[in-house]
């Protein structure tokens, strides 16, 4: 599966979806505490403003010899508060929202002599044991920026989003596969830290649809990719074998059950 394509291509549904939006629907609900305005602001933010900032900015990492912990030096799945999920968030991905809203790379929540993460999984398993006190400030500051992000795009919602694609898209083109970025997680090869922002816009782009009442066409590569990555990070972070048997019909998952 190509990675790159398959952002392009969420990228793409995520554009025609919004073009779609009428006016009179941006100030209405989108996705707890947050209008749909927000929520199209946040997953600008996290999924395409971003883009060129953190392939601009190479992380000076390097794996360590022997090291093979796709999800860096911490084990979410030894926390025992990750057993049963993580709860419904807004923010998939509050922590880089944060550092977004600053239009900087946050310091990584692994020493940065650690491991490099090397999954696209691992980089929200980290993000699962992130201190609660961190976490907080994060999903405060990641309100903060999709309000602030989501009033910037104005009353041509459309427009500004597909100048952001163009910009996202221009910048992945100058990157190599096996280019170091920098994220709030830690250091990361394009190839694995791109999926995590296809990831942001499948799901966000879902929810937006979901709230203005619209469909929205993601390509079968595109959705199985993200669907994977979900499944990944469950098994990550310790719920593989519950997400497995409620896929399977076997079992339930626990109300609001999140795997970010």
């Known amino acids: 599966m ?20 009428p006016a009179g629907a941006l100030d209405g609900p989108g996705l707890g505490e947050w209008t749909l305005r927000d929520l199209l602001g946040h997953t600008v933010s996290s999924a395409l403003r971003q883009v060129p900032t953190v392939l601009a900015a190479p992380a000076p990492l390097s794996p360590p010899a022997g090291s093979s912990n796709p999800a860096g030096p911490l084990s979410p799945a030894a926390d025992p508060s990750n ?28 020493n940065a002599s650690g491991p490099l993460i090397t ?11 992130a201190p609660p006190e961190m ?17 910037a795009l104005g009353d041509q919602p459309a427009t500004a989003v597909s100048a952001y694609i163009g910009r996202a ?25 791109l999926p995590t922002r296809t990831f942001e816009l499948v799901v966000h782009g879902s929810d937006a649809a979901a709230a203005a009442g619209l469909p929205i066409d993601f390509d079968p590569d595109t959705l199985a990719e993200a669907a994977a990555l979900a499944a990944r990070i469950a098994a990550a972070t310790g719920d593989g074998l519950s997400v497995l048997r409620a896929l399977t019909g076997r079992a339930t998952l626990p109300s609001a059950f999140s795997v970010v």
Do not use: C, H, Q
Request: proline share 5%.
């Open 2 to 21: 190509d990675y790159r394509r398959t952002y392009r291509s969420a990228a793409i549904a995520f554009a025609d979806l919004v073009s779609r939006i």
């Open 83 to 110: 057993s049963a999920g993580g709860s419904l968030n807004p923010a998939l991905d509050p922590l880089n929202a944060a550092s977004s809203s600053l239009n900087t790379v946050s310091r990584p929540l692994n």
């Open 119 to 129: 999954a696209p999984e691992g980089y929200f398993a980290v993000a699962r044991t």
């Open 135 to 151: 976490v907080a400030a994060a999903v405060k500051a990641s309100t903060d920026d999709a309000r602030t992000t989501g009033a």
């Open 169 to 193: 898209t221009t910048a992945l083109a100058g990157a190599g596969d096996d280019d170091l970025v920098a994220t709030p997680a830690g250091g990361m090869r394009v190839r694995d830290w």
